[in-house]
Structures are given as structure tokens and as C-alpha cells.
């Protein structure tokens, strides 16, 4: 079992930028990728960013050349950050733990998600 945690999220002007974390717990060695996605009102879930246990970076299209991800596994935590944001970058972002890597076997084994945290970008 895997447990994870996010923070950072709160309210951001376009252009600003913001820093997400998120902290795992439990069977940690369990994992391989992690990573981010979000959620905005209507819409289904899509990919920001994911990092392997290589350290190997996938990126959704929207997150390119803006969000950069990076984790610390001595900390069991993976980052995010978010620069130069849009208002259409406003969603609820979640953090995912799989047991498989994304550039890999993507699909086996299980999946955990954390409780997601809310991004806004308003002027």
C-alpha cells in the first residue's frame, strides 16, 4: 500500500508561478514512475508530467517548455514546477505513484493517487 500526499497548489497570476510536492508513503520501494495530472471542470484527466524510476521526463503538451518535474527518492517525493501559468492551467492536480514505468511495461501492477490540490490562475 502506497499513500501519497500533495501540496503547494493555491491562487497565481498569469505569467506567476507556483511549485507543487508530493510525498509518498508506505511501500515506497513499490514504485516506479510518478508523476502529475490534472483535472479542470467538465473535462477528463490529462497528462502534465511523469518521471521514471530512470529519471527518464514525458511531458503533455500543454506542460512543455513551462513545467519542469523532478523527484528525490531519499525523500520519497516528487516536484513540479510550474512556470510562466496560463488560466487554462487552472485545475485540480493530482499526484500518481504506478508500480510500472512509463516507458516500459505502463499499465501493470497497481496504481495510487493522491487526494489532488487546486491550482488557479486568475488575474
Known amino acids: 500500500q502506497v499513500q501519497l500526499v500533495e501540496s503547494g497548489g493555491g491562487l497565481v497570476q498569469p505569467g506567476g508561478s507556483l511549485s507543487l510536492s508530493c510525498t509518498a508513503s508506505?511501500?515506497?520501494?513499490?514504485?516506479?514512475?510518478m508523476g502529475w495530472y490534472r483535472q479542470a471542470p467538465g473535462l477528463p484527466r490529462a497528462l502534465v508530467a511523469v518521471?521514471?524510476?530512470?529519471?527518464?521526463?514525458h511531458y503533455g503538451d500543454p506542460a512543455k517548455g513551462r513545467f519542469t518535474i523532478s523527484r528525490d527518492n531519499a525523500k520519497n517525493t516528487v516536484y513540479l514546477q510550474m512556470n510562466s501559468l496560463k488560466p487554462e492551467d487552472t485545475a485540480v492536480y493530482y499526484c500518481?505513484?504506478?508500480?510500472?514505468?512509463?516507458?516500459?511495461?505502463?499499465?501493470?501492477?497497481?496504481?495510487?493517487w493522491g487526494q489532488g490540490t487546486q491550482v488557479t490562475v486568475s488575474s
Open positions: 508506505g511501500n515506497i520501494f513499490s514504485i516506479k514512475t
Open positions: 518521471i521514471t524510476s530512470g529519471d527518464n521526463t
Open positions: 500518481n505513484a504506478e508500480e510500472a514505468d512509463f516507458d516500459a511495461d505502463y499499465g501493470s501492477g497497481r496504481s495510487y
